[in-house]
């Protein structure tokens, strides 16, 4: 691991997190506030600078543009990301605005719509949770992975802090990387995600493979990307089921 700085990162969030993420090394919870460890929580981290757009700014100036035959969703994106993107090195900027975003994705109004009635509010909470740590995870245009922390393993870290079952774990992750989001809610995606500098983009096709996701920034080489991502996953994601405190779930 290279680590580039190792000064705490500390984020007052809107709400309290579950404080069973200080199972996983490095991060400790208490209430709203998030204290994170970037020596002890990441298994790989070079880059202490991410980018970030104004979530006000997303709401009020792009949630709500159509696209259209000229200029598609993606486009409209991109075009904010250039006008209002922010290099920062404020990570708890970086945590506070991904909680906007998935506070907004993972809205309980879409639970009648989403077609899983075994998904609940909690579930919801859970995916909140877990993706506003995502933002921390970070991939350089040349696709190389610069940052990988546990949550990059969405159901190894979900089942870690929250006790699920394989079952409930890889039921998350579907939604989390594709079964929510039908156009309507992948066009919502898209505009949302332009808040912290890119799309989401996933390395795997299904649970099973469990290769994470991560917003990369629109032109990220997707090739290298891969292999990157391939040649580390394994042992990672052994690592963080380590600190199962119910190995049989």
Known sequence: MTTIDTTAITAELPEAFDPRWSRLPGI???????TIDPAE????????????????????????????????????????????GESTSDAARVVGTAYEVYAYLFREEHLASLGLPQITADHLRMLREAATLM?????ELDGHISNVGPCWFF??????????????????????HGGWFNEHRRIESIKAHAALGG??????????????????PYGASMANFRDDLAAFKAGWIEQVYAHRVNPAA
């Open 28 to 34: 400790q919870v208490d209430g709203r506030r998030i």
């Open 41 to 84: 929580y990441f298994f790989r981290f070079e880059s202490n600078t991410w980018l970030v757009a104004d979530w006000e700014l997303v709401k009020s100036q792009l949630l709500d543009v159509d696209e259209t035959t000229e200029s598609a969703v993606e486009q409209l994106a991109l075009d904010f990301i250039k006008q209002h």
């Open 135 to 139: 933002a921390l995870n970070k991939v």
């Open 155 to 176: 159901p190894a870290a979900t089942s870690v802090v929250f006790d699920l079952d394989d079952e409930t774990g890889g039921m998350l992750d579907e939604v989390y």
């Open 199 to 216: 799309r989401l983009v996933h390395g795997c096709q299904s649970v099973p493979d469990q290769s994470g996701g991560v917003v990369a």
